[in-house]
C-alpha cells in the first residue's frame, strides 16, 4: 500500500497547554462580559466594571487571546479559510449588535478576520513565508521577534497620545488602525495598532509548535475543562455574548 504524500507529512504535536491557556482566555472573557451585562441589566454601578482591576485582565487576556490565534497559525491548512470565516462571523456580530442597541463594528473578530487574511496573503505572495512557517526558529537571530515587540510598543503608546482624524475618507482609516478610537461609537473596539503586531508574535512563535520544537510537557499537560473550552473558543465566542445578555436580561425582568 502507497501512503499518500498527506499522510506522510508529520503532523505537529497537540500541545494540551496551549489549548488549555486558550480556553483560560475564554472563561476569563465570559466572566468579563457577564459582569459587563450584569452592570447593564440590572443598573449596577459603572465602577464595577470599569475599574484599574478589572482593565488589567481585559488587556491581558486579550494579548493572549490575540497571540494564540497568532499562534495557531502556521499549524493552519488554509489561513485564508480561517480568515474569511472569521469574517463572516464578525459580520453576523455586527448585524446583531447593530439590532440589540450595542453595536460592535471592529471587535476581537473582525480584527483576527483582517490579521488571517494579510497572513494568508504573506503566503500567497510570498513563498518563502510559506517554506519557513514550519522551520523551526531556533538558532535564528531574534530579529523578528524583537521588532514585532518594539512596533507593538510604540503603536500602543502612539493610538493612546496621538489623536488624528482627518475630514475624508482617511479618517475611516485613521479610526481602523486606532488613532481616532471615539470617532465610532462602539460597544467593543480592537484596532489593528498594536494588536496587528501581536497576532504576528504569536505567528512567530507557532512557528515553534509547527516545527515540533515545544518542550514536551507542553504537550503532556493536561486540563481537559480548559483544553474542552480552547478547542471551541471561536463556537463560545460566538454564542456567549447573546446568551448572556438573554439571561442577564430576562432575570433583571423577573
Known sequence: MTLSREKLIKKPRKYGAIDALRGLCVAV???????????IAFGLPYGVYSNAPMDAVRWVFAFAFIFLAGFSSP??????????????????????????GQSVYFGALHLLAVC????????????????RKKRSPQGEKPTAPAILLILMAVTAVLTEQ???APENFLRWISWLFGF????????????LFPWVF??????WAGRYAAADA??????????????????????I??????????????????
Not at 29 to 39: E, K, T
Not at 75 to 100: D, E, Q
Not at 180 to 191: Q, R
Open 180 to 191: 481616532a478610537p471615539n470617532m465610532v461609537k462602539t460597544a467593543d473596539f480592537f484596532p
Open 75 to 100: 499549524m493552519s491548512r488554509s489561513n485564508l479559510r480561517r480568515g474569511v470565516k472569521c469574517a463572516l462571523l464578525a459580520l453576523c456580530i455586527t448585524a446583531v449588535t447593530v439590532l440589540a
Open 198 to 203: 501581536v497576532f504576528f508574535f504569536g505567528a
Open 29 to 39: 472573557m465570559i466572566i468579563y462580559h457577564a459582569v459587563y451585562n450584569a452592570v
Open 214 to 235: 515545544l518542550p514536551e510537557k507542553l504537550s503532556a499537560f493536561r486540563a481537559p475543562f480548559f483544553e474542552m473550552l480552547g478547542r471551541r473558543s471561536l463556537l
Open 116 to 131: 488571517m487574511l494579510i497572513y494568508a496573503a504573506l503566503e500567497a505572495l510570498f513563498p518563502a513565508v510559506r517554506a
Open 237 to 254: 465566542y460566538i454564542i456567549h455574548a447573546p446568551a448572556l445578555f438573554g439571561i442577564m436580561h430576562a432575570l433583571a425582568a423577573i
Open 162 to 164: 496621538v489623536s488624528f
